[in-house]
């Protein structure tokens, strides 16, 4: 995780470098031009948090095989969490949220179909795992 939070905070440098450079050129263009100026500032700020958050991790948690130079792909082999086999809830979600982003191009009014449909997604992902003697009754 170290060597992963050095590129995105490298990254985070190099866009936030760029987005002054951007906004400084268009500007003595004629034209200011805030909406890609704005995209860049965000997306380094976006690649801040997540290099900071990396940085912040590698320091609580053992090196793992990335950290280090002298690693085999084997070394990383091994269990990686837990992943649910099927499930229905991300497609739920998936369509409650496309019908959201259409309420932004046709009317708000949409939002009443789709809201209900992100909370029975959200609601059922989060506690699809919850059986016997953990169901909240």
């Excluded at 380094?44 to 912040?56: D, R, V």
């Excluded at 320091?59 to 990383?76: I, L, Y």
């Excluded at 991300?90 to 209900?116: C, D, E, K, R």
């Amino acid at each position: 995780m170290k060597e992963q939070g050095k590129i995105f905070i490298g990254f985070a440098v190099f866009i936030l470098v760029m987005a002054i450079v951007y906004g400084l050129w268009t500007s003595h263009a004629g034209k200011p031009e805030p909406a890609g100026t704005t995209a860049l500032f965000l997306a380094f700020g976006l690649c801040a948090f997540i290099g900071y958050y990396l940085a912040f991790t590698a320091r609580r948690v053992d090196s793992g095989a990335g950290d280090n130079p002298e690693a085999e792909v084997a070394d990383d082999a091994g269990e990686l969490g837990f992943f649910a086999p099927h499930s229905w809830q991300p497609l739920s979600l998936g369509i409650g949220g496309a019908l959201a982003f259409l309420g932004v191009i046709f009317g708000w009014w949409l939002l009443y179909w789709s809201i209900p449909i992100i909370a029975i997604g959200l609601y059922g992902w989060v506690f699809e795992f919850y059986r016997g003697e953990d169901q909240n009754q």
